[in-house]
């Protein structure tokens, strides 16, 4: 139990194009998901926190109208990336934590490379 | 969340326990220890987590000293499989749902 999937796995773009990530949790159902990032040989850093039926919340530094954030359903949250530029290739991973527990789980990650 | 120091990287031979420290000496009393690893690549992967008693799955084993500020994760039979980014993370006021990634420790399993 407790899978988060993502989609797509990895992305090609053009520079200036636009690119939407998905992230389910498959079996179970969470209010919250977070998207994190990912550059090579770093850490993770969290951008956002998506909340179900409300609008995300963004730490500082990250462009809330670049990274677009749609939590419709209890087990479906998007990341667009706006107007990619090469600087936003990265690994790009979400988490979610079933209802009643603490524990986050996260999915497999998107890397995108913008070009 | 309350700061954790880690080893920067550890190896272990296949086969044998890897033991993975982590400081946690601002742990609050309602603060969990989590541990996650990361495999090249992927996402990261939850292994256990404990208050003060120690934790065992089919995973791993958690050891929290009685002062809780410090712990050890025990893989009992490292394999190369094995080989990951492990984390140690303690959470802010007790809850998982915010995590901050520090450095981590890279272990590598030598065959």
């Known amino acids: 139990g407790a899978v988060v999937s993502q989609h797509p796995s990895w992305v090609i773009c053009k520079s200036g194009t636009s690119v939407k990530i998905e992230c389910r949790s498959l079996d179970f159902q969470a209010t919250t998901m977070f998207w994190y990032r990912q550059f090579p040989k770093q850490s993770l850093m969290l951008m956002a926190t998506s909340n179900e039926g409300s609008k995300a919340t963004y730490e500082q530094g990250v462009e809330k109208d670049k990274f677009l954030i749609n939590h419709a359903s209890l087990t479906l949250s998007t990341l667009t990336v706006t107007s990619a530029h090469p600087e936003d290739s990265s690994f790009y991973i979400c988490s979610a934590a079933p209802t009643l527990t603490e524990t986050q789980y996260f999915g497999p990650g998107t890397r995108l490379l913008v070009l | 969340d309350a700061k954790t120091t880690q080893p920067p990287s550890m190896d272990c031979a296949e086969g044998r326990a890897a033991n993975l420290p982590c400081n946690h000496s601002?742990?609050?009393?309602?603060?969990?220890v989590y541990w996650y690893r990361q495999i090249h690549s992927q996402g990261p992967q939850y292994i256990i987590h404990?208050?003060?008693n120690n934790e065992t799955n089919e995973m791993a084993s958690l050891i929290i000293t009685e002062d809780r500020k410090s712990s050890t994760l025990i893989l009992p039979h490292a394999t190369l499989r094995d080989t990951a980014v492990y984390y140690c993370?303690?959470?802010?006021?007790?809850?998982?749902?915010?995590?901050?990634f520090g450095s981590g420790t890279q272990l590598t399993v030598l065959p």
């Open positions: 404990g208050l003060k």
């Open positions: 601002t742990i609050s009393g309602n603060e969990y």
């Open positions: 993370i303690v959470p802010q006021g007790g809850s998982a749902r915010q995590l901050t």
